[in-house]
């Protein structure tokens, strides 16, 4: 296995365990908590997806 997969999966790896371990309205990687007026809460994911398609 070369290095470049090997740290993509370990990227991949640590992504997942810290999504999985961040409680409910907290931030996975800060675990700083979501306030309710926060700007993503706001976002639309069909213009997020829209824009990456061009």
């Known amino acids: ?3 470049s997969k090997f740290l993509l999966i370990a990227t991949a ?3 997942t365990i ?3 371990c961040a ?3 907290t931030y996975p990687i800060t675990g700083d908590p979501v306030s309710s007026n926060d700007p ?3 976002m639309n994911p069909a213009n997020i ?3 990456e398609s061009r």
Do not use: E, H, K, N
Request: hydrophobic residues 45%.
């Open 1 to 3: 296995m070369s290095v």
């Open 23 to 25: 409680g409910p309205d």
């Open 13 to 15: 790896a640590s992504i």
């Open 40 to 42: 993503v809460q706001d």
């Open 18 to 20: 810290l999504s999985a």
């Open 49 to 51: 997806f829209r824009g």
